[in-house]
């Protein structure tokens, strides 16, 4: 684990900058060793971030190694880049546990989309498809779990056509929840989840995510140090 020690003169060890309502670069960051935590998507990296962390920063810290590959083809020294693999708290995100029902029956297929409901994530083909594919008298429904409140999202929300496609009488149920949810709650939703749909626009692999890993028993520990995943 890190630890961040503060000294009488506010001097830190260890600063790590992981912050997307400000320009990167735009905002100085203090301490002894700096990091930056920089996903991204589209390709190499933007030739100002590498500068950027090239002067500023000791370490980037990614979790995958596409991101890995990314800033490398960006310009940025491979010696800087350490690839941290995202995690989960095994206690929460297991196969076994409680439920979330939404008032549906039990043999109703759950399909569930999580994270930021906007169109460089698919949000719009998933809901075209949906509407295209079933119509009320299907036993199946669609749960979108959204977090418009994320300042790096801001002004991309794709929310009033989702709730117009939920108002739709020809549409199978459409639910949507836009709020950061507690663990366990986020847990409970994946679990009576059949399936987590997954279309991305952006070139970024599709991987195995932290729920679909709860799902099948598999869970994921963080790594330390570079890992290889």
């Known amino acids: 684990d890190l630890l961040l020690v503060e000294h009488d003169h506010g001097d830190v060890d260890l600063s790590i900058h992981h912050d997307f309502s400000t320009r990167f670069g735009d905002t100085s960051t203090t301490g002894r060793r700096r990091v930056a935590v920089r996903p991204w998507d589209f390709g190499p990296y933007p030739r100002r971030w590498v500068d950027v962390l090239s002067t500023h920063y000791d370490e980037l810290w990614v979790h995958s190694s596409w991101s890995e590959r990314c800033a490398i083809a960006g310009g940025l020294d491979p010696a800087r880049v350490r690839r941290i693999p995202l995690g989960i708290d095994p206690a929460v995100m297991r196969p076994d546990g409680p439920r979330a029902e939404f008032g549906l029956g039990d043999d109703v297929c759950v399909l569930a989309f999580v994270g930021a409901a906007i169109r460089r994530k698919g949000i719009d083909l998933l809901i075209d498809a949906f509407r295209r594919a079933f119509g009320p008298q299907d ?27 939920a108002a739709d ?17 986020l847990a409970a939703l994946l679990r009576r989840a059949r399936r987590r749909p ?20 598999r869970p994921r520990r963080p790594a330390r140090g570079r890992g290889r995943g």
Do not use: M, N
């Open 198 to 217: 997954s279309r991305r626009r952006s070139p970024h692999p599709r991987g195995s995510s932290a729920g679909a890993r709860a799902r099948r028993g």
């Open 169 to 185: 009488p020809a549409c199978a149920p459409i639910l949507y929840i836009d709020a950061y949810l507690p663990a366990s709650d």
């Open 139 to 165: 036993r199946v429904a669609l749960v979108v779990k959204d977090h418009t409140q994320d300042v790096f999202y801001r002004e991309q929300s794709f929310v009033d056509e989702i709730q117009a496609a």
